[in-house]
């Protein structure tokens, strides 16, 4: 579909007084109801006597009412229509209608030059009708293509004229002889009488292929009742093996069954498992984001101490004293942080082993070492954070090798 044929054809639609507007764009989707109103309205306007039916609600309608418009097109205006594309009812079928409408606007601006010629009474009395003058231009058509075949072969004889006048004068000039003339028949009455021969003998062929024919078949169907009396006798007997068969697959289906349980259990636990380790991250990350907290506001702390380090004599002994009661609350937070760090650790990385029988045995002193164990352990690893906590504030070390008097105090304090 072009541009210009779908211009063309909506100007030759309104040019021929189709009641409703078209536009370019009803085209670019299928539209059948729009084709199939226009193709009915040109079928009328062609022949007004023309009776198509117009419901096209369900397919077989739609494809009756295309194939009636492209038969009466193609016996009245010979005019042939694809019904393929005017069953798409999109751009391609723009060109179908074109057809029709270009042959009927053709015919508008000859009869309106016509009647410019004449005069306004004759024009008024004068009514084309295009459906009476159909037949006349159909037999019209077949007479001058007629003509023109006969008169091709007319002038094709008259060409060898020169030839057979010089044959035909020689053969009526030539005497008839009767024995020739007989010799002649009886080699046509020959020839006849062998193709009668070879038609029986062909006949006789088919009787005896016909003979074979039934033997054969015959043959298959005896074939045919032994297989099926042997096919029975299989079914009814039962086979040996079919009790074992059937044994083991109730045992496959019970080990099926146990399989299944058994694979969704693992997958319960190993569901808990993968909660239980994402939790333990959550609290590790949790711990471990506090003490990063805790060491950066030491860090601006010390940093703020020392910026007002640099003062009198006085003051730097007051602010000694209080950083002295600063440092006692650091460490104790410290050590807060770093019990409930161990309290963590020994939730995540300890196992607890235990018996649900009562009395003192040799197990519960070897649990009671274990926790005394952890104790020491938890002790260990305090004095290991204060030791690395001492050695993250280097301003502070620096302070207590300038004043180690008022230092000593505040560790025997704490």
């Given at each position: 579909?072009?541009?210009?044929?779908?211009?063309?054809?909506?100007?030759?639609?309104?040019?021929?007084?189709?009641?409703?507007?078209?536009?370019?764009?009803?085209f670019?989707?299928?539209?059948?109801?729009?084709?199939?109103?226009?193709?009915?309205?040109?079928?009328?306007?062609?022949e007004?006597?023309?009776?198509?039916?117009?419901?096209?609600?369900?397919?077989?309608?739609?494809?009756?009412?295309?194939?009636?418009?492209?038969?009466f097109?193609?016996?009245?205006?010979?005019?042939?229509?694809?019904?393929?594309?005017?069953?798409?009812?999109?751009g391609y079928?723009?060109?179908?209608?074109?057809?029709?409408?270009?042959?009927?606007?053709?015919?508008?601006?000859?009869?309106g030059?016509e009647?410019?010629?004449?005069?306004?009474?004759?024009?008024?009395?004068?009514?084309?009708?295009?459906?009476?003058?159909?037949?006349?231009?159909?037999?019209?058509?077949?007479?001058a293509?007629?003509?023109?075949?006969k008169?091709?072969s007319?002038?094709?004889?008259?060409?060898?004229?020169?030839?057979?006048?010089?044959?035909?004068?020689?053969?009526i000039?030539?005497?008839?002889?009767?024995?020739?003339?007989e010799?002649?028949?009886?080699?046509?009455?020959?020839?006849?009488?062998?193709q009668?021969?070879?038609?029986?003998?062909?006949?006789n062929?088919?009787?005896?292929?016909?003979a074979?024919?039934?033997?054969?078949?015959?043959?298959?169907?005896?074939?045919?009742?032994?297989?099926?009396?042997?096919?029975?006798?299989?079914?009814?007997?039962?086979?040996?093996?079919?009790?074992?068969?059937?044994?083991?697959?109730?045992?496959?289906?019970?080990?099926?069954?146990?399989?299944?349980?058994?694979?969704r259990?693992?997958?319960?636990?190993?569901q808990l498992?993968?909660?239980?380790?994402?939790?333990?991250?959550?609290?590790?990350?949790?711990?471990?984001?506090?003490?990063?907290?805790?060491?950066?506001?030491?860090?601006?702390?010390?940093?703020?101490?020392?910026?007002?380090?640099?003062?009198?004599?006085?003051?730097?002994?007051?602010?000694?004293d209080?950083?002295?009661?600063?440092?006692?609350?650091?460490?104790?937070?410290?050590?807060?942080?770093?019990a409930?760090?161990?309290?963590?650790?020994?939730?995540a990385g300890?196992?607890i082993?235990?018996?649900?029988?009562?009395?003192?045995?040799?197990?519960?002193?070897?649990?009671?070492?274990?926790?005394?164990?952890?104790?020491?352990?938890?002790?260990?690893?305090?004095?290991?954070?204060?030791?690395?906590?001492?050695?993250?504030?280097?301003?502070?070390s620096s302070?207590?090798?300038?004043?180690?008097?008022?230092?000593?105090e505040s560790?025997?304090?704490?």
């Amino acid at each position: 579909m072009s541009f210009r044929d779908l211009r063309n054809f909506t100007e030759m639609m309104r040019a021929l007084g189709y009641p409703r507007l078209i536009s370019m764009e009803n085209f670019h989707t299928p539209n059948f109801m729009l084709v199939s109103e226009v193709l009915l309205w040109l079928v009328k306007r062609y022949e007004p006597q023309t009776d198509i039916p117009p419901d096209v609600e369900t397919e077989q309608d739609r494809v009756f009412f295309i194939k009636a418009v492209a038969q009466f097109m193609a016996t009245k205006a010979h005019i042939k229509l694809n019904t393929k594309k005017l069953y798409q009812a999109d751009g391609y079928a723009v060109k179908e209608l074109l057809k029709v409408t270009s042959v009927l606007y053709s015919a508008m601006n000859t009869k309106g030059l016509e009647r410019a010629d004449m005069s306004e009474e004759d024009s008024s009395k004068f009514k084309f009708d295009l459906g009476s003058k159909i037949a006349d231009l159909k037999a019209a058509r077949q007479l001058a293509s007629e003509i023109t075949s006969k008169g091709a072969s007319l002038f094709d004889l008259l060409g060898k004229e020169v030839e057979l006048r010089e044959a035909r004068a020689e053969s009526i000039a030539r005497p008839l002889e009767i024995n020739e003339a007989e010799k002649m028949m009886k080699i046509a009455i020959d020839s006849v009488l062998e193709q009668v021969q070879k038609t029986k003998d062909m006949l006789n062929n088919v009787a005896l292929d016909e003979a074979n024919l039934e033997a054969k078949i015959e043959k298959r169907k005896l074939e045919l009742e032994r297989s099926q009396k042997r096919l029975q006798t299989l079914q009814s007997v039962r086979p040996a093996f079919m009790d074992e068969y059937e044994k083991i697959e109730e045992q496959l289906q019970k080990q099926y069954s146990s399989y299944l349980e058994k694979f969704r259990n693992l997958t319960y636990m190993q569901q808990l498992l993968d909660d239980h380790r994402r939790t333990e991250q959550e609290m590790f990350e949790e711990a471990a984001n506090m003490l990063r907290l805790m060491q950066k506001r030491l860090k601006e702390e010390e940093q703020h101490l020392l910026k007002s380090g640099n003062n009198d004599d006085s003051d730097i002994e007051i602010q000694e004293d209080e950083g002295s009661d600063s440092e006692v609350e650091d460490r104790q937070i410290m050590k807060q942080h770093t019990a409930t760090e161990t309290l963590l650790q020994g939730r995540a990385g300890a196992r607890i082993v235990g018996t649900m029988q009562g009395g003192d045995t040799e197990e519960d002193e070897d649990s009671g070492d274990s926790e005394i164990d952890l104790d020491e352990d938890e002790d260990e690893e305090e004095e290991d954070m204060e030791d690395d906590s001492m050695e993250i504030c280097p301003s502070k070390s620096s302070h207590r090798a300038r004043k180690p008097e008022p230092l000593e105090e505040s560790d025997n304090d704490f």
